[in-house]
Nanobody
Framework: QVQLVESGGGLVQAGGSLRLSCTASGRTFSIYTMGWFRQAPGKEREFVAHISWYSSAYYADSVKGRFSISRDNAKNTVYLQMNSLKPEETAVYYC???????????????????WGQGTQVTVSS
């Protein structure tokens, strides 16, 4: 059974930084795309970034140049480094992964079948 556990959320001032972590268990980590999504209060969940099994990264336009996704296959962990945070980025951040290995990465939420419980990020103005 695939399990994803996020950590690293918290309260930060606008312009500050946080690093989120997501540790996976239950299957071979290195051969699956990993993604980060977020859901702000009253809004739909949206794509943030993904990293392929071959470590190619892709970002939503809104976070390009400020966020960085990476993975450590030895630790079964994916990271999201978030810099220059904005108050409107207050949200619950989720990591997710799909059911099949070696796939072309996608930003489509429905392609991600396994989700973590989420970690709250609050950016104060």
């Amino acid at each position: 059974q695939v399990q994803l556990v996020e950590s690293g959320g918290g309260l930060v001032q606008a312009g500050g930084s946080l690093r989120l972590s997501c540790t996976a268990s239950g299957r071979t980590f290195s051969i699956y795309t990993m993604g980060w999504f977020r859901q702000a209060p009253g809004k739909e969940r949206e794509f943030v970034a993904h990293i392929s099994w071959y470590s190619s990264a892709y970002y939503a336009d809104s976070v390009k140049g400020r966020f960085s996704i990476s993975r450590d296959n030895a630790k079964n962990t994916v990271y999201l480094q978030m810099n220059s945070l904005k108050p409107e980025e207050t949200a619950v951040y989720y990591c997710a992964t799909g059911p099949r290995p070696y796939t072309v990465p996608t930003a489509t939420e429905s392609e991600y079948h396994y989700w973590g419980q989420g970690t709250q990020v609050t950016v104060s103005s």
